[in-house]
């Protein structure tokens, strides 16, 4: 029997009205789940899912800035989320590399900022289409994965998502979208298991990303060192996520 993560990455997606209106439906479906539920909304929905109280839906923050405090206009710090009452946070999100600078470097502060502030912080790394059509998947996923975790110390409060950039729904629309084998998923989070053993983070918890649906998740779960899912469009509609936790109930 596994216990797994199920994370909602709902992006720039719904205002707080729309996100207090989500919870109200989909609670009874999380107070069911044996799987521990995860809902990442935009800032401005935070409070809106805190206040909700609802049993078995935790909140998550989609980023967080390194400095403690200052002169960053639009930035969010540590303990801005943690008196909002947020309990994990996304580092590292592929489109945050793309987009907003998130390089290596950046994410490492991050995640030693989110670690050191007590959250449960879920490190994205994943390869590009190039990338991977290139044999380069096992070097960048070291490359991300190092740099980041070289800067804190083994921790439970760190989870991993894989998201290879070529299967999330956003990725690159000039690329073509697939979605990964069951044995490449296989084989790709045993090596993230290698590496992180090797820095002494032999529990953490590796998530897939990227087009995890009702659908395919049934399937992905039963993978050994699959411990859960970071879900972007799956997890904005209701009955969507409801039967992806339906699905993967008796896992
Ligand atoms: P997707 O997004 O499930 O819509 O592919 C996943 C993610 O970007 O975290």
Known sequence: MKKLILAANWKMNKTATDAAAFVSSFEEFAAKSKHTIVICPSFTSIFAL???????????AQNIFFESKGTYTGEISSSMLADAGVEYVIVGHSERRAMFGDT????????????????????????TYDEKLNKQTKKVLKTQ?????????????????YEPVWAISSGDPTKPKMTPTNDEIAKTH????????KYGFN?????????ANDKNCEEFAKIENVDGFLIGGASLEVEKFASMLKAVEKI
């Open 104 to 127: 290596n470097e950046v994410v490492a502060k991050k995640l030693k900022v989110a670690i050191e502030g007590g959250f449960k912080a879920i490190l994205c790394i994943g390869e």
């Open 190 to 197: 045993l090596f993230i298991k290698g590496i992180l053993e």
């Open 50 to 60: 805190v206040n909700a109280k609802a049993k078995n839906i935790h909140v998550g």
């Open 203 to 211: 529990k953490t918890k590796i998530l897939y990303g990227g087009s």
């Open 145 to 161: 994965l190092e740099s980041a975790i070289k800067g804190v110390s083994a921790t439970e409060n760190l989870t991993v998502a």
